[in-house]
């Protein structure tokens, strides 16, 4: 007898179905049926793990052929049901979803497959004028007679295996026992990640703000063409994803794409938090532009991988246009990022749609990272219905006025006041309003850089010393954040930038994440899929950050953004996103060595802080003006002129501020600052009479005072940072101190 691992279905033709592969008499047989409820992945109809054969996620039809009015490789019509998806591409979307769910390393090689219980293979050849879906195609799915012994099942599981209908085959490699084990642990009901309580606050608050509007904005018994454009955190991934839902409710075949792998992923994992979304997940598909290129490239059987996206996914959209009919399957095109996807991006999500579809696009006002923004979109915004959004729900104040200063400013410190004096104006014709209060200001906190001996760098293990240590020093930084979430966060609501996939910082971050715990790594190209576990903190690069948020934010290696963007423009726009990620509280990392960003983000946020109060009322004032809805002309930030005289008051920047005057409260020892300045001053005589009294009496206490120092300003001034050249001073003694010690 085969191996049941889950209940019986209740549908009579996948009944029948369980009931006579359940009967066959092979103990290496294991069967899962009827596996819903898993997060961003729809509903599988059957996983069959075969031990002489592998592992399929199948899909059943249980209809008479008669019924079947159209079959091709994307499209499956059938008498009296809604969907025209084809079987086989909805069993790989299952598949694909237990990838994205679990991690490809998690998982045994699969395959995706279709099975007609009710349909011998002959009849099916005989039926279709069609040779590509007969034949060898047909050799691929399952039919009556490969069903009725344990020999005709495993010869045709084997050749579905080497040959699947979706994508490239397998060669299946002997497993252990507990594989299985473990493959059937990942599928039980008790395993699956519950969403977190920040998730369904998120989508609830939204959810009455924005799914009414999304019902008018968009309808479903009508064609719309809709464009949404706002700064981040406007909701307009939300608009979109509330018209995805009303639209797949109503019977539509939705497609939702995206630029970012990441986005997509975390889409999916929010759509299973909505209430009520896993009515509409079996119509609605959201994946990332590149993946659905991908997937057309092997249904076309182009084999065309030139170099570089944009020649490959031409050829892609050439073999498209040759056969415009057998693809265009979708009622409903929405697509997010739209400020950077390409020509070719647009016209292939156009040619998956209907001609008579609904087009809604989202742009992100000044978040253009790859490039100027996307040529296509100047047409589409001529054919297409504005709406400019500028209701904030992501960020407070601070944060988002913090993120704009980034991008108005353009790193000059010298132009942060008048940005700051344009932030005051009541007309809400300027600038955005906030939906949440709660949430702190930017915190800023100085990297305290370890104590090497630099004259011998080239040691072979100086690298990893230095690499040991940072990561200790990340460690520590990770660690306070996670304590400051609140009772009801949990890690996923931690969010840890980095510069790039192979910058040190992500290194860094990646040994002090995995010191902690197990956590989810957006940084490896392969898991940039891998839907979030509410248990694991996220690492994710810069770029990859974009229509992502977090409670908290911590961001690594601030000061590399200048060689990520390729131009001004972008640099601006990379900044904008990254310190705009965060709901609660972002924490900006930087390094005392750094003279632009650092000095820049405390220019900044010290402006913000001094006009607080008239910077609150002014947004009081523009949100009595705003109507409720908060539509209306958007405000462009590419428009907004840059400024050319600094301000007549230009505050210091923090490094040549005096040392006592950096803690303006009284510490509690009032020597504390007297103490270090003491050791400071004293460097001199410390390198030459009395470096033996310093090494074994002054050192420790000098250590032990910098700490004093840095926690003593921490809690006067309410951020962590000290002088960059301060702290400079003191390391360069202590690295002279251990030198010749040893």
């Known amino acids: 007898m085969a191996t049941l691992h889950t209940g019986l279905p209740k549908h009579p033709g996948e009944l029948a179905l369980a009931q006579q592969l359940n009967g066959i008499a092979d103990p290496r047989l294991h069967l899962w049926f009827n596996l819903s409820g898993i997060p961003g992945v729809r509903d599988i109809d059957l996983v069959i793990w075969h031990e002489a054969a592998g592992v399929f996620v199948v899909e059943i039809k249980a209809v008479p052929i008669a019924a079947i009015e159209r079959f091709g490789y994307q499209v499956c019509r059938i008498r009296g049901r809604d969907s025209g998806e084809s079987p086989q591409e909805q069993a790989y979307a299952g598949l694909n979803g237990l990838i994205r769910m679990f991690g490809r390393s998690s998982l045994p090689r699969m395959v995706a497959t279709a099975c007609w219980p009710l349909i011998s293979r002959d009849r099916w050849n005989q039926h279709w004028d069609e040779q590509s879906v007969c034949g060898p195609f047909a050799d691929k799915m399952l039919f009556v007679e490969d069903l009725p012994t344990p020999n005709t099942l495993t010869r045709r599981l084997q050749h579905i295996y080497r040959e699947p209908p979706v994508r490239s085959g397998n060669t299946w490699s002997r497993h252990e026992p507990s594989d299985i084990a473990k493959f059937d ?36 018994g009508a064609t719309t063409r809709l464009r949404y454009f706002g700064r981040p955190g406007t909701g307009k991934t939300f608009r979109l994803l509330a018209i995805a839902f009303e639209h797949a409710t109503a019977g539509k075949r939705v497609l939702f794409a995206c630029f970012n792998k990441v986005l997509a992923a975390d889409l999916l994992r929010l759509l299973d938090a909505w209430l009520g979304a896993s009515a509409a997940t079996g119509a609605l598909r959201i994946q990332d532009v590149f993946e659905l290129a991908s997937e057309m490239n092997a249904a076309l059987r182009l084999g065309v991988f030139e170099s570089g996206y944009d020649g490959w996914g031409a050829s892609v959209v050439e073999a498209l246009r040759q056969r415009p009919d057998e693809f265009a399957a979708f009622d409903t095109l929405l697509v997010d990022e739209a400020q950077d996807m390409k020509g070719w991006h647009f016209e292939l999500l156009c040619l998956l749609a209907k001609p008579d579809a609904t087009m809604c696009v989202a742009e992100g006002t000044g978040q253009e990272l790859y490039g100027e923004r996307a040529g296509w979109l100047t047409d589409f915004a001529c054919a297409s219905r504005p709406c400019g959004l500028r209701r904030t729900f992501r960020n407070t104040r601070p944060a988002n006025q913090f993120a704009q200063t980034f991008y108005e400013a353009a790193l000059d410190p010298a132009h942060v006041p008048a940005v700051v004096q344009r932030f005051k104006t009541t007309s809400p014709a300027q600038y955005d309003l906030f939906e949440r209060n709660e949430g702190g200001w930017p915190q800023l906190t100085l990297l305290i850089q370890p104590a090497l001996d630099y004259d011998n760098a080239h040691r072979p293990e100086f690298a990893d010393e230095k690499a040991e240590l940072m990561a200790r020093e990340y460690e520590r930084l990770v660690r306070q954040e996670l304590e400051r979430l609140r009772e009801d966060e949990r890690p996923m609501d931690l969010l840890v930038l980095v510069p790039g996939p192979v910058d040190v910082e992500r290194g860094w971050a990646a040994a002090a994440l995995a010191r902690i715990g197990e956590f989810t790594d957006y940084t490896d190209d392969k898991n940039r899929r891998v839907i979030a576990s509410p248990d694991k903190i996220r690492l994710c690069t810069f770029k990859s950050a974009r229509g992502l948020e977090g409670m908290r934010v911590l961001i690594f290696g ?69 109507p409720d809805d908060d539509l209306g002309p958007a405000p462009d930030l590419a428009a907004l002129p840059l400024l050319s005289s600094p301000p007549a008051a230009k505050r210091p920047t923090l490094a040549a501020v005096p040392r006592q005057e950096m803690i303006k409260k009284p510490a509690k020892e009032p020597d504390l600052g007297e103490r270090y300045n003491a050791f400071i001053s004293n460097k001199a005589i410390l390198q030459r009479e009395r470096l033996k009294q310093a090494r074994e009496e002054w050192l420790p206490q000098l250590l032990a005072a910098s700490e004093e120092v840095r926690r003593a300003a921490a809690a006067a001034t309410g951020r962590e940072i000290t002088s960059p050249k301060a702290n400079q001073e003191l390391l360069e003694l202590t690295a002279a101190l251990q030198k010749r010690q040893a």
């Open 185 to 220: 642990r990942l599928l039980s009901p008790d395993a699956r990640p519950r969403p977190a309580k920040s998730d369904l606050k998120r989508l609830e608050t939204i959810n009455e703000r924005v799914r009414q509007k999304a019902r008018h904005d968009a309808p479903s």
């Open 558 to 626: 601030v000061e590399r953004m200048a060689r990520l963007a390729s131009h001004d423009d972008e640099l601006k726009s990379l900044g904008y996103v990254i310190l705009s990620r965060s709901l609660f509280e972002t924490v900006v990392v930087v390094q005392g060595f750094d003279q632009k960003v650092a000095p820049f983000l405390e220019a900044a946020i010290h402006e913000l802080r001094r006009h607080d109060k008239e910077l609150t009322s002014s947004a009081e004032a523009r949100a009595k003006n705003l």
